[in-house]
């Protein structure tokens, strides 16, 4: 039987426009039945050496040198960046100095101020909170807006003050309009906060708000859901307590949820009281 596509050249037209091929990509037609010719060896290169070649595809990688290149591409993004840089800080003050002089962080082109702590780092109580607001980032330092004076009188309520205990956030510069920061700025910002909980070294965490909860722990539920309830903050050396409660702001705008505050700080009272004459706390 003949075949309609061999004997006509227009059927076979036809046929490759049915199946859309309808636009030509080279200049000159392509024949696809040409006897492929012998590769060419230049000149220089014997049978030895190309074996040789080929026998090194064989050979198991150099980790060192995949190591270089995982290290090269992981410096080229901005958390890489911070990691390497907060690695190499071996105290508080070198960290501070490595935060505000960093600028792998769009948000520290809007800030005034880099907002890096404040209180008493030998008191081994650490707070974070979300991000610097307008007040904190015209004066440098967390937590001293009205809702700072509130975390304040938080604190007296359980005998404790900042020299006492050590404040930070997840961000060290303030947000436009104090919007929540986006995951690409606290995946910048968090290589920081973790060498900073390192080096405070704390015996008890007390996490402000869903922001510090979600980037601290990793966990996604809702403040209300994980609140009042103990965690832990778990690396290779560290193994810390840590009380997720709500942020000074949010009970500045929900007044009626303070009572579940001053349940979560008795629970923090009673932590301290516990763990003090063993721990120091």
Request: aromatic content about 4%; glycine content about 6%.
């Amino acid at each position: 039987m003949s075949d309609p596509v061999k004997d006509s050249p227009f059927a076979a037209l036809r046929w490759l426009l049915d199946a859309g091929a309808d636009e030509a990509l080279l200049e000159e037609p392509v024949d696809r039945f040409a006897p492929v010719p012998a590769r060419q060896v230049p000149a220089g290169l014997s049978e030895e050496p190309r074996r040789t070649a080929t026998s090194m595809l064989a050979r198991p990688p150099d980790e060192r040198k995949i190591a270089r290149n995982a290290e090269a591409v992981s410096l080229s993004t901005q958390p890489g960046a911070a990691r390497a840089l907060a690695a190499s800080c071996t105290n508080l003050a070198e960290l501070k100095k490595a935060v505000e002089n960093f600028d792998g962080c769009d948000l520290k082109r809007l800030a005034t101020r880099t907002v890096f702590a404040d209180g008493n780092p030998e008191g081994r109580i650490m707070l974070i909170g979300e991000a610097p607001g307008r007040d904190e980032d015209r004066e440098g330092l967390p937590f001293v807006g009205r809702a700072g004076k509130l975390l304040d009188r938080m604190l007296e309520t359980i005998q404790l003050d900042r020299t006492k205990v050590y404040i930070t956030n997840v961000l060290p510069w303030r947000p436009p309009q104090n919007r929540e920061p986006s995951p690409e700025e606290a995946a910048i910002c968090l290589p920081f906060l973790r060498r900073h909980i390192e080096l405070v070294n704390p015996k008890l965490m007390i996490l402000l708000g869903a922001v510090s909860v979600r980037h601290v722990l990793g966990l996604t539920d809702g403040i209300m859901r994980v609140r009042g309830r103990w965690e832990t903050y778990q690396t290779d050396s560290l193994a810390v307590p840590v009380m997720p409660t709500l942020h000074p702001a949010y009970l500045l705008r929900q007044p009626l949820a303070k009572r579940l505050a001053w349940r979560d700080l008795l629970a923090v009272a009673a932590k301290i009281d516990e763990s003090a004459p063993s721990q120091g706390v």
